[in-house]
């Protein structure tokens, strides 16, 4: 049982992530302005907080910034700046994730998951000795067993978006043109073939991203190929 | 000074100051007149009663002529006169001194002095004036003194030479003796001088022959060899020179040798008589053709016809100009010097003249240079005043003018010169008349209130002057800086008005004619002279003009090519290119002042647009987020389930709309980072199918891909052109007619690299391509066909961005739109995998 702050102006955002939330078994505690928030926050023991930005009396800024000086809470940003700069700033003042309005619960949940899961669980999580277990983020890949998880869920994948993932996952962060994808994976010269790499990133994307259209580990480098993000977050721009 | 100052604008100290300084002025000038008089007469040194003596000598010397006049004119004004006077007189019956009886009545012509003063008279005391009459009645003094004082023999003269003029109407020849004469008035005079050309083999001899009154001949005085005759414009025919010459010689002999006397009547019979002698020189003036002559025979005509004396000569008019002698007609006046006369200003010369010797005495006594420095001092010092004053008015601040001052300055200075001239010679004339006694002192009044007059007039001219002075500027109240004003004005109106062709006309013009006038009218030197110089300022005009042009175009190009901040230094520049560079200046001004406007106004809406949508997006949130909630809820009733469904799907759909619309705007404001980098064009190919298959899939339509072998570059922001496409394929997938087949080309050539995306619609397409991306500018009927949202507009700005552009053909119900780039040609440095510049 987590203990969840919302933070938002707006009544009935606050009460519907409260519904959908508790909905999903967390406790909720609900504020409506930074100073709010930062009250409960020193009463209550908080592991992850959802927080507005434009808010009366104090922003959502300057009780991020406030929060970080004793806490190292997740937070997630509500926002409905959607401005890369917005963003950046949010994401450089101590944010761990930036969600613009409007969202989706559904994809919200996942997030608010993920970070629960890493502010949890990764700290005390021993990491498995053998190497064949490779991690980035949420997901893992055993090479013993072929087998994917994500977030700790297995997540069932064609050896082919196996190989590909195993591939950008053995090199994270760096960009691969479709090209390049297909002659590692498929140990082969491309020759108008790449078409179907694109097609197979499109399927591990859906099965590894809570919203595609938005990933987060699997990213389109767009004209010029793909690449395994880190999952650390702060390069999500 | 305080005082001085406090007084310059009273008029009554002004008044004063006026009247000083005439009066010091005419105390100065008298002064001066007596000095000058003093110097020149060498009066200084001689008392009262030496220059009143000889005062009354020269008085006496008139009244001689005077009584010479009266006694031909005969009674009347002149004896009444004369008896007024003191003039005692007595005119002379002979001039042998020495038997005259002075005290004799009979010895005079004509008398005014009684029998006892007669009886008085010592002839040592006699003023004695001789007054000579000539032929036409005037008279003239010949000499005076005192009798005793003089010899007879300089009063000897008493004939003169009187010069007439006759018209030599003919010349004429004697053939008797051989001489030429001039006849006028019925007498002969010989020529005095005559050149013959006679001609011996080549040469012309010219025989020059003075006539000698003694013997009455013509002696040869010189002859000499010439090329050509002066005097005669033509030689003579060659026929004329007779050829059948037989005996030269005699001839020459009759024609003579230097010094010898000859008779040219010797000529008549020969072959050169005097018909022969073609054109000869008489007294060196006039020439006649020897057959022009009128012959005479002096055998047949009296002897006193002929004049034989010199004293005659022909001038240039060819007149004859004859010495006479004419007698004169003499009188002998003895007057009585008078001792003392009474001074009065009205009877007389005498008591005049003795007023003035008075009043030069009186000038000049031994106060003189006191009189003459005081008045010098009040002169300069109230012209000082005057000067210092003039303008200034008690109780007005400034220089106040008066009406004079207010006159053009040259017709003022003008109309002072003339009425001072005029003044003048009123004045020397009055001088001239006041020799006659009775109009001695109106004369001397008159002069007197000229002299104040003009002194009036100079004295308010100057101070006029310096009023003008003190306001400064006084060459603009003036007729001629009027006109000069006007005339400049009226060259400036028109060098302002007329077009640069006109100007350019008119200073070509005038520089021709300059050219033109100098070319006729001057020597060559002058005309090299000023063709350099003329060269020399034309070289500076064009270099400088050539110069500023220059500036002009640079700074125009620096406009064209967008450099709206560039401004032209219009300070040093002249005529019409200052004027071109400072309109060059306002455009640049202009432009950047609406571009600037424009930018902030696209910021600002912009900013509208951003700030709207965050107001929008937060209730939209909480749509969606019950729209989510509730569709959770087991609602056991079908429609609702349905209706929610609607609420999801344009919930969405606004969603969707509210990002379009910010992304549009900041797309066409340029609002946005672009981060260009190498991109691969194929590779966009590639992610276009990867992320499109499934949803062409579901649409029922075939994705046909071309790409070239090699691989192609475009610099870009990766994630806008992804945008682009993005939006492409979603339209293509939402509007394409379903079983059709999609094509993507991809194309390159060596500049631009196009991506060409081609469907068929399954709507017909009635809207061109412009109106299909600005359907939300322009909101007009475009609206009413089913939209493809803002994705076109987006994707237009977006590639224009990126320095792209984006092309969309509709043709029937095919529906084309061309992605154009530049083409990247560098390789990418390294062939493997880069990191993520983004990152």
Sequence with gaps: MYNVLVCDDEKDIVSALRIYLTAEGYQVYEAHNGKEALAILSQEEIHLVLMDIMMPVMDGITAMVKLREQSNVPVIMLTAKSEDTDKVFGLNIGADDYVTKPFNLVELQARVKSQLRRYMQLGSRVMPEVSEILTIGGIAIDDRTKEATLDGEKVALTPTEYDILKFLMENPGKVYSPAQIYAAVWNDSPFGTENTVAVHIRHLREKLEYNPAEPRYLKSVWGRGYKLETGKGKGDV | ?839
């Design chain 2, 1 to 839: 000074m305080f005082k001085v100052k406090k007084i310059r604008g009273s008029l009554l100290a002004k008044l004063i100051a006026r009247i000083l300084f005439i009066i010091s002025v005419i105390s100065c000038v008298l002064l001066g007149i007596c000095f000058l008089i003093g110097m020149s007469e060498n009066l200084t040194d001689k008392s009262r009663h030496e220059v009143l003596k000889s005062v009354y000598e020269n008085i006496n010397a008139r009244y001689s002529m005077e009584a010479i006049n009266h006694l031909n004119v005969g009674n009347g004004y002149y004896a009444e006169y004369l008896e007024e006077s003191y003039f005692k007189y007595g005119i002379l019956k002979s001039d042998n001194f020495e038997k005259i009886d002075f005290h004799d009545r009979n010895s005079y012509q004509e008398t005014n002095m009684t029998d006892d003063e007669l009886a008085a008279v010592e002839p040592e005391q006699l003023y004695l004036c001789k007054i000579l009459e000539d032929s036409e009645g005037f008279l003239h003094y010949m000499e005076r003194g005192y009798y005793g004082s003089y010899t007879d023999d300089v009063f000897d003269e008493d004939s003169a030479v009187q010069l007439t003029h006759y018209y030599a109407d003919k010349i004429c020849y004697d053939v008797a003796k051989g001489i030429i004469y001039y006849h006028a008035e019925d007498s002969y005079y010989p020529v005095q001088s005559v050149s013959i050309a006679y001609k011996t083999q080549d040469t012309w001899m010219v025989y020059y022959y003075i006539y000698d009154f003694t013997k009455k001949a013509y002696r040869l005085e010189r002859k000499n060899p010439v090329e050509k005759i002066p005097w005669m414009e033509e030689p003579i025919a060659e026929s004329s020179v007779s050829e059948e010459i037989e005996d030269t010689k005699s001839l020459e002999k009759i024609l003579g040798e230097s010094g010898s006397f000859v008779n040219l009547a010797d000529l008549n019979n020969t072959a050169f008589s005097c018909n022969d002698w073609g054109t000869i020189l008489l007294d060196d003036i006039r020439s006649i053709r020897g057959d022009e002559l009128t012959i005479i025979d002096s055998n047949s005509l009296p002897d006193n016809l002929f004049i034989d004396k010199p004293g005659y000569y022909l001038n240039e008019n060819f007149t004859l100009v004859v010495e006479e002698e004419i007698s004169l007609k003499s009188y002998w006046v003895a007057s009585i010097v008078p001792d003392f006369v009474p001074i009065d200003m009205i009877n007389g010369r005498y008591s005049q003249q003795g007023w003035i010797v008075q009043f030069y005495f009186d000038m000049t006594d031994e106060n003189f240079y006191q009189r003459f420095g005081l008045s010098i001092f009040v002169m300069i010092l109230s012209f000082g005043f005057l000067v210092y004053a003039a303008g200034h008015r008690r109780g007005e601040e400034g220089i106040v003018c008066t009406l004079f001052d207010r006159i053009p300055i040259d017709v003022f200075s003008i109309a002072i010169f003339i009425i001072e001239i005029i003044l003048a010679f009123m004045g020397i004339y009055t001088v001239k008349e006041a020799e006659l006694p009775r109009y001695m002192l109106v004369c001397i009044e008159f002069m007197g209130v000229i002299g104040i007059i003009m002194t009036v007039l100079a004295l308010e001219y100057i101070l006029s002057l310096c009023v003008r002075l003190k306001i400064g500027k006084w060459w603009r109240n003036s007729i001629c800086y009027r006109v000069y004003n006007w005339c400049r004005n009226c060259f400036a109106y028109l060098l302002k008005n007329i077009s640069l062709l006109w100007k350019t006309i008119f200073i070509l013009g005038i520089l021709s004619f300059i050219e033109s006038f100098i070319l006729i009218n001057f020597s060559r030197d002058t005309i090299y002279g000023f063709w350099f110089v003329e060269k020399l300022i034309l070289c500076v005009v064009l270099f400088t003009l050539a110069v500023q042009l220059y500036t002009l175009q640079k700074a125009s190009q620096n406009m064209a090519e967008g450099n709206l901040s560039y401004k032209i230094d219009t300070g040093k520049m002249v005529w019409e290119c200052r004027k071109h560079g400072e309109n060059l200046n306002r455009i640049s001004e202009g432009m950047s002042r609406a571009v600037d406007e424009r930018m902030k106004s696209e910021r600002l809406k912009t900013e509208l647009i951003t700030n709207v949508s965050h107001d929008i997006k937060t209730p939209l949130t909480s749509i969606i987020n019950y729209v989510d909630l509730l569709s959770k809820e087991e609602l056991h009733n079908d429609k609702a389930t349905e209706y929610l469904e609607v609420l999801d799907r344009q919930s969405s759909k606004l969603k969707k709309l509210i990002e379009d619309l910010v992304e549009a705007s900041k797309a066409s404001s340029g609002n946005m980072t672009v981060v260009s980098q190498q991109l691969e064009a194929g590779v966009f190919v590639t992610q276009t199918v990867g992320e499109f298959e499934e949803k062409l899939k579901a649409a029922g339509l075939e994705l046909i891909v071309s790409k070239p072998e090699e691989t192609v570059y475009i610099m870009a922001d990766g994630r806008h052109v992804w945008r682009v496409i993005d939006n492409l394929m979603n339209n293509i997938c939402k509007y394409a007619q379903s079983g059709s087949r999609v094509y993507i080309n991809l194309e390159a050539t060596s500049i631009c690299v196009s991506i060409t995306f081609r469907n068929i619609s399954s709507f017909p397409l009635n809207i061109s391509g412009e109106e299909l991306m600005e359907r939300f500018v322009r909101g007009d009927k475009s609206r009413s066909t089913e939209g493809h949202g803002l994705g076109l507009s987006i994707a237009q700005s977006l590639m224009k961005l990126n320095g792209g552009d984006m092309k969309i053909v509709v043709d029937g119900d095919l529906f084309k739109v061309i992605l154009i780039f530049n083409r990247y040609l560098q390789d990418l440095p390294d062939e493997g995998a880069v990191a993520d510049a983004s990152d």
